[in-house]
């Protein structure tokens, strides 16, 4: 199994950034996603998740109401877009899956991770 995070990148404060995930080697529409984050110095950190169809969402509450996770099943990607950026929103962003169709932010119950893109907003 394999994810590939992209669309990371340098922001200026109050920008937006769309992150894709593509995820191969499953069948991306029977599981659970979800991205994480990771700053500096910082424990990887719960940013979203999204259940297998994409009926039911879930975000920290440092995001919640700037970001938007989403899915498309036909093209085996998940989105995360991010709205109204911030300097603390600076990290490596990860996406992961799990093992099943429900949503979750424990970061131990994900078991599939892709690499890192690196997300930079400037004041």
């Known amino acids: 199994v394999q994810l590939q995070a992209s669309g990371g990148g340098l922001a200026q404060a109050g920008g937006s950034l769309r992150l894709s995930c593509v995820t191969s080697?499953?069948?991306?529409?029977?599981?659970?996603m979800g991205w994480f984050r990771q700053a500096p110095g910082k424990e990887r950190e719960f940013v979203a998740a999204?259940?297998?169809?994409?009926?039911?969402?879930n975000y920290a509450d440092s995001v919640k109401g700037r970001f938007t996770i989403s899915r498309n099943n036909a093209n085996n990607t998940v989105y995360l877009l991010m709205n109204s950026l911030k300097p603390e929103d600076t990290a490596a962003y990860y996406c992961?899956?799990?093992?099943?169709?429900?949503?979750?932010?424990?970061?131990?119950?994900?078991?599939?991770w892709g690499k890192g893109t690196l997300v930079t907003v400037s004041s």
């Open positions: 992961a899956t799990t093992n099943g169709v429900t949503l979750t932010s424990k970061l131990d119950e994900y078991i599939y």
């Open positions: 999204i259940n297998w169809s994409g009926g039911s969402v």
């Open positions: 080697g499953r069948t991306f529409s029977a599981y659970a």
